[in-house]
């Protein structure tokens, strides 16, 4: 573990403290500035956004803002390394921040901790940006332990959430994603990110906003807008029409709070994996599945992993098979079988009460026995540690487990993640299987990929794993990407989530009509186009 | 029961016999135009319309339009009288009408089946409207069993759907409103309804929209615009901004299809009803009931039903107290214990096999019990009217009961439903029961309410009964329906919903940002203001 010890303080390492080290350098930058701005626009700006936060605060040289352009996925031509990165601390510090990016003209890139591995970090859409950089605004509002409800702000991490639970004796659970040590539930709600408990569904579980809007006054949405309102947590629609979803993976707005539910922890939770020893045993996972998911019997976002993007996790790829080779099914099953793993092995988890599970598990036992799979708990897993990854993360625990994956092909960690849609059912995610085999093996590529099956849809979640220090691989994997994403929607199969890196593509695959409706809004709300241009595709 | 059919038949008869009636009457109208539109506009309009959906589905005459302008909510001023309507049967017709609104500026007010009892029926909140009427486009487009999803019309009602389910053997549950026979689906959803299965939020079950955008083009919101997508109505949010949001309580767009997400029908199904005595018990059962509500230990909407409000349902006033006479508690004690009820009585249910009901029911029956309730089940309630009218509706039933709250104070029916909402606590709950009381009392009302918990909130549901047909006792109505509004804003509750009597009034409360932000979205969106306006007070 002590490789992946390094590359966990590597990652954590290069914002925080590359931003402390550099925090005074001048704002000299060779960059490409963003349309319609000039040098000196942007100078302005950036002293004008000193004066608001401090000079500490504040990063517009090169080298300063190195740490937000750190991407993870393809970036061939270096076109996400932003401009400046501002730091701030208040609410009133955002609406100021606001104004002078609209005076300036001058986009600014608002995220939360910007962990986002494998979609871009912290990085912008689009060059000319400046990182508004939410980790300092990061206190826990309120909890409410008998609703289950909390607000934050944006520099919150699941870990600081989690502790103060832990630390307060509040018997509530968090869902993370994965990285959660590190990342921010805000971020991660606003992304539309998915997790692995019954609350698994962030978005689901988010109720109430306060958004600085792009004319710098701040909109508090569903109750939060009603003077003594005790529901703003509570009730998740207010009045008229329900505006929350407009502040999710666009560029409306700003959010500086979060209203999030929390889940009771439950008398008992039992962890089970379903081990499944095919390939092609695809549909039929998720033809065994899908009753027990619709008819909330198992109420979790259950995460069906195939063996190789498990290995990926905690092996090196030439540990599997040789350099240079393909890797192969037979050498995959012999490595997973080596390490107590099925080439599927599907993760889910009861909660309830003694008495509850055990009513529920002779049902889901017959269900997935039925389907080949051999059902596991812990009395057979005991500690192996894939096992001990999932059932962790199903009771809202954290680790950084994932971040493994960056060493698959070397110490150049390069990930990108794609994730197309489908309808839960068996034939649906066979075709999707096999598609993306072949446009990844046609690109020298491994298929390292899961699906977490929600409640009717599932998320085909496809690591695309290169070695980012090769200049010639990052370029195929570029190539890669775009031919998932074209190839896969010309089937129907549209991704929920993308990296800046393709998000233009994935835009452009929705269609005119919503790419028009998008943009009639962005021209209302944000007629200068200051706040992150290119997010989702909308300019 | 029979004077309650004889209701119910005059209810129904009143939009569709009528309409049928007088349908190719002339466009003579005397009425209030809109602002801005002349007389020759709207006769204009009128007959464009004419063109597209044939004569005689296009009522200008003030007799003709006589059955869009029943409202139950106080109108003492005729405010929501409709100049006309048009009832068209494609989504092709629609936009046609769409473009013809434009032209002429004439506004157009979208209804599924305008049965929105309480909350303003077909009625339009300003004068000068025309009411688009989508009763004719009610198919049922498609069900997926499997998913347990389907695609529908606006004017499918919940008595279609049902039926559609019985007659094809599909063993999915619906989730209805009151009086969902006649009731839509996508009326109830788009309005931010509740219903009394574990599905009873149903905005939260939509999933998927076609919405006709006041430019007339059409927008498939989600998966929707994706071709081929088989995932439509299995993933809510697609990719970019979430805008299904956006159409709900509003004036953005005219919803012509849209997705629900169907309940399985569970192997067991258990109803109960929790009695307690005495008025002052509120803040008991509502601690008592949120950890169950909060764990999902009980699943569905609860239904908390005061005494009052239930014998309002099959009972008139003056057979408990004699007319003039205020609804004293003890009247009303009396009454209620004849009919096997408390002065509080809250219904729920557990769904599952028997083994989970079987796990379930000790916590429940232990918690309420500590509460003081008596925990009753069909084996002790047997026949009661009341206990088979929410057994009913928590197995996804239909029936017309709520009509006979109607008659409560003689047979010319008035009705408006006051909506606050507040977090699930006890002290919130006594605090707004307390006020209501006051406030109704003071005017001469009787306080006949219930409260839904909800999983973390409480739509407090005051149904304001007066006697229409006398015009002194509306006004009256119509005062203490503002100041129900008005006093409770003032404690910080405000209303989830409201009828088209006091959109403006409740839209006030929600602040001028939220406004403001509403506007500048109806600006953008319908910058000629033809669809709905007035809706939720956005103009």
Request: net charge negative; hydrophobic share 40%.
């Amino acid at each position: 573990m002590s490789e992946f010890e390094l590359n966990r303080r590597g990652l954590i390492g290069a914002s925080v403290l590359g931003a402390a080290m550099v925090g005074l350098a001048s704002c000299d930058n060779k960059g490409t500035l963003a349309p319609g701005v000039s040098k000196a626009d942007f100078a302005g700006a950036i002293k004008a956004m000193r004066s608001v936060v401090g000079d500490e605060w504040v990063f517009g040289d090169p080298e300063a803002v190195m740490p937000w352009g750190k991407v993870y996925v393809p970036d061939p031509n270096g076109r996400h390394v932003p401009l400046g990165a501002v730091c701030p601390r208040t609410v009133e510090e955002v609406q100021e921040i606001v104004r002078i990016a609209n005076k300036y003209k001058q986009p600014i890139w608002p995220i939360s901790t910007g962990k986002n591995m494998g979609y871009g970090m912290a990085a912008p859409a689009t060059p000319g940006q400046i990182v508004l950089d939410l980790k300092r605004m990061n206190r826990i509002l309120e909890v409410d332990a008998d609703l289950g409800t909390c607000l934050i702000e944006p520099g919150v991490t699941y870990q600081q959430l989690k502790d103060y639970l832990d630390d307060n004796n509040i018997p509530l659970w968090i869902d993370v994603p994965t990285v959660g040590p590190i990342a921010s539930p805000v971020g991660n709600t606003l992304d539309r990110g998915v997790g692995y408990t019954p609350y698994g569904e962030h978005f689901t579980f988010q109720c109430g906003m306060e958004v600085v809007l792009p004319n710098a006054e701040i909109l508090r949405t569903g109750m939060g807008s009603i003077e003594g309102s005790t529901a703003w947590q509570a009730f998740k629609w207010g009045y008229g029409p329900y505006v929350d979803g407009l502040f999710t993976q666009s560029n409306f707005g700003i959010v500086t709070k979060m209203g999030m539910w929390l889940m009771p922890r439950p008398p008992v939770y039992k962890p089970f994996m379903i081990r499944h020893d095919n390939m092609a045993d695809v549909p039929k996972i998720i033809e065994a599945m899908r009753p027990l998911r619709v008819s909330s019997l198992v109420a979790n976002c259950n995460l069906m992993m195939s063996a190789s993007y498990q290995l990926a996790m905690f092996k090196r790829r030439n540990e599997i098979v040789p350099d240079g080779q393909p890797l192969d099914d037979a050498s995959v099953k012999k490595a997973a079988k080596a390490n107590g793993l099925g080439m599927w092995n599907t993760y889910f988890a009861l909660y309830g009460t003694e008495q509850t599970v055990a009513a529920i598990e002779p049902i889901i036992r017959a269900q997935l026995t039925a389907s080949g799979g051999e059902v596991l708990t812990a009395a057979e897993m005991g500690d192996n540690p894939w096992f001990h990854h999932h059932a962790t993360l199903m009771e809202g625990g954290l680790n950084l487990d994932e971040i493994g994956l960056l060493r698959w092909r070397g110490a150049g960690g390069g990930l990108a993640w794609f994730a197309p849609v489908a309808a839960a059912k068996g034939a649906e995610a066979e075709g999707q299987t096999k598609l993306a085999r072949e446009i990844l093996d046609k690109h020298g590529f491994d298929y390292t990929a899961a699906y977490a099956i929600g409640w009717r849809d599932l998320h085909h979640i496809i690591a695309l794993l290169y070695d980012k220090s090769d200049p010639e691989q990052e370029k195929k994997a570029d190539a890669c990407y775009q031919d998932l994403v074209t190839t896969f929607g010309k089937k129907g199969w549209a991704s929920y989530r993308t990296g800046v890196n393709s998000m233009e593509l994935v835009a452009q695959q929705y269609g005119q009509t919503n790419r028009d409706f998008n943009k009639l809004l962005k021209n209302a709300i944000d007629p200068n186009g200051v706040i992150a241009p290119g997010k989702s595709g909308i300019a």
